[in-house]
């Protein structure tokens, strides 16, 4: 079982910058594959970027050249950085992992707010 505990969420202006932090209670490094989902108020939940246990990754159109997504495997951590924050970015956003087992874990998810 994997425990995925996230922050770094907040409110920021447009053009601002956050990075989400994501603490697995596995090493990331066993883990298949994780990644960040988001979630507006209203929609439904969606990929922001994934990376594999190989270090493959990849990106949501509406964030490629803004987000990139990466792990720091000694500290069992999974980070989102966030740059040109628009306000369609505002979500809940989601810390997701897939075991070698294909179960899925999340988060409890934080809230990033981006204001006009």
């Known amino acids: 079982q994997v425990q995925l505990v996230e922050s770094g969420g907040g409110l920021v202006q447009a053009g601002g910058s956050l990075r989400l932090s994501c603490d697995a209670s596995?090493?990331?490094?066993?883990?298949?594959?994780m990644g960040w989902y988001r979630q507006p108020s209203g929609k439904q939940r969606e990929l922001v970027a994934a990376?594999?246990?190989?270090?493959?990754?990849n990106y949501a159109d509406s964030v490629k050249g803004r987000f990139t997504i990466s792990r720091d495997n000694s500290k069992n951590t999974l980070y989102l950085q966030m740059n040109s924050l628009k306000p369609e970015d505002t979500a809940v956003y989601y810390c997701?992992?897939?075991?070698?087992?294909?179960?899925?874990?999340w988060g409890q998810g934080t809230q990033v707010t981006v204001s006009s």
């Open positions: 990376i594999t246990s190989g270090g493959s990754t």
């Open positions: 596995k090493t990331v490094f066993t883990i298949k594959a």
């Open positions: 997701h992992a897939l075991s070698p087992e294909l179960m899925n874990y």
